[in-house]
Structures are given as structure tokens and as C-alpha cells.
């Protein structure tokens, strides 16, 4: 495969760092067509020997500073692994992530690795949305991305015609109760629905399920999506 500057019509993407790229070979062996490693690599330690955890997976790698120039924006990256896009669906009798037309891949990437701290497994983005597989992405996920399902819907009537006996929170400015006041029901699958960064969910989905706010100071109109998300994700956090 000849890697290029990624694509979202691409079919393969890739890891940057060593961090997100073990993560990769961890979970996703079977989806890896090579890993890449920049000349100046120096292994920390044994654990971190990208070379032996290569060997160790049978894994083919290349040593290729070229690769790095065109791929990585930053400099201080040795380790990028390709790999092809695979599907995962999400469980239909697991909670649900819901992000209603995301728009910045740092905040996807940072809800995506505090979902799965929180023992959210299952995402999924109502298009047009950011792309889950940008580099970008995965990095800011720190390669938590490779251990959750995703699933992509082009509305939210479609989504619920499929998982009609989720539970459905929405997270909104306006929503009708505190957070503090909803009681979790975690015998019943559930989804915590949230709207774009600059402008949240539209009223609309004021009817749908429990809409909540989480209160915060009048000083600041609003949480970031990321923060916002994380308050919630604790409040409805998963035991495994």
C-alpha cells in the first residue's frame, strides 16, 4: 500500500506516536498493512522497544524517514502505523455515545478516550460529522478509538428506528431537568445525545426522551463539548 497524506474517502488511515500506535497493534493486529519508524527512534525501554513488540506481533516494519516528512506535522514523531478501515457496529444492548454532527477531531478524540474510561464502548455520529479515523482523531484519542464500536446514521429518526428501546438523554442549554436530578436506570440501554460544538442539539430534540442541562456558573454561556460530555459520562458511568 502506497501511504499518502490521509484522505477521508481513503480506505486506510494511520496512527502517529508511539502512545496511539501500540494501541493499534494491541487491539486492531489483523487491520495493520506496516508500521513506520523514523531513523531518529531510540527505544525508552524494553516495554517500549517498538521494534520487539513488531517482532513479537509479526508485524512487518519499515525504517523510512521519508514517510515521516510527508505524513507527520510535528517532530516529534518516530512511530506511525497504517491501517485499514474496518467496520464495528454498535452493540444493541450496550449505552450509547451519540454526537450529533461533531465538528473538531480534537474534542471527538478526547470524548472518545473519556467515554472508554467512563466504560462507554459504543459511539455513534449522526452525519455530516468529523472523521473518526483522521489521524487527528486517533491521536487525541491517544488510540482509545480501537477499542470501541462505531456506527454512522444519516439522521437521528434513523438512528432511533434502529435502537428504538434506547433510553434517550439529551444534553441541551435549554433541557428541562438538572442533571443532578436524573437517576440512571442501568438495567435498560441508554443514549446520551449531544449537538455540534458552536451551536448544540436543536430544539427539536427537546421531545425526545429526557432532555438535561448541566448547570454551571452564569459567568460562561456554555462547557465545551468535551467537558460537558465528561460531566455526563461520570454521572452515567458503566460498570464493567
Known amino acids: 500500500m502506497e501511504l499518502k497524506k490521509y484522505k477521508h474517502e481513503a480506505p486506510y488511515s494511520y496512527t502517529l506516536g508511539m502512545a496511539p500506535t501500540l ?13 513506520y519508524v523514523h531513523p531518529n527512534y531510540t527505544p525508552k525501554d524494553e516495554i517500549y522497544n517498538i521494534f520487539d513488540v513488531c517482532k513479537g506481533a509479526h508485524l512487518v516494519y519499515e525504517v523510512n524517514k521519508k514517510i515521516f516528512d510527508r505524513l507527520s506535522m510535528k517532530e516529534n514523531v518516530f512511530v506511525l502505523g497504517a491501517f485499514f478501515k474496518y467496520d464495528a457496529p454498535v452493540s444493541s444492548d450496550r449505552p450509547h455515545i451519540v454526537l450529533v454532527n461533531p465538528s473538531n477531531s480534537g474534542n471527538l478524540g478526547t470524548i472518545i478516550r473519556t467515554g472508554l474510561g467512563f466504560g462507554f464502548k459504543d459511539l ?3 452525519r ?3 472523521d473518526p479515523y483522521d ?3 486517533i491521536r487525541s484519542s491517544m488510540g482509545a478509538l480501537f477499542h470501541i464500536r462505531l456506527s454512522f446514521f444519516d439522521s437521528f429518526e434513523e438512528y432511533k ?5 434506547h433510553e434517550i438523554y439529551t444534553f441541551m442549554l435549554k433541557g428541562k431537568r438538572l442533571l443532578s436530578d436524573i437517576a440512571p436506570k442501568p438495567d435498560k440501554p441508554f443514549s446520551l445525545v449531544f449537538g455540534n460544538e458552536a451551536t448544540g442539539l436543536p430544539d427539536s430534540f427537546l421531545d425526545y426522551g429526557e432532555s438535561i442541562f448541566i448547570k454551571h456558573s452564569k459567568e460562561i454561556d ?5 467537558i460537558a460530555f465528561g ?7 458503566i460498570d464493567e
Do not use: C, W, Y
Open 231 to 237: 460531566i455526563a459520562a461520570n454521572a452515567f458511568s
Open 23 to 35: 494501541e493499534l497493534i494491541q487491539n486492531k493486529p489483523d487491520m495493520i498493512d506496516k508500521i
Open 222 to 226: 456554555s462547557l465545551n463539548l468535551s
Open 128 to 130: 455530516p460529522g468529523v
Open 161 to 165: 428506528r434502529q435502537f428504538p428501546t
Open 124 to 126: 455513534v455520529i449522526i
Open 135 to 137: 489521524p487527528k482523531t
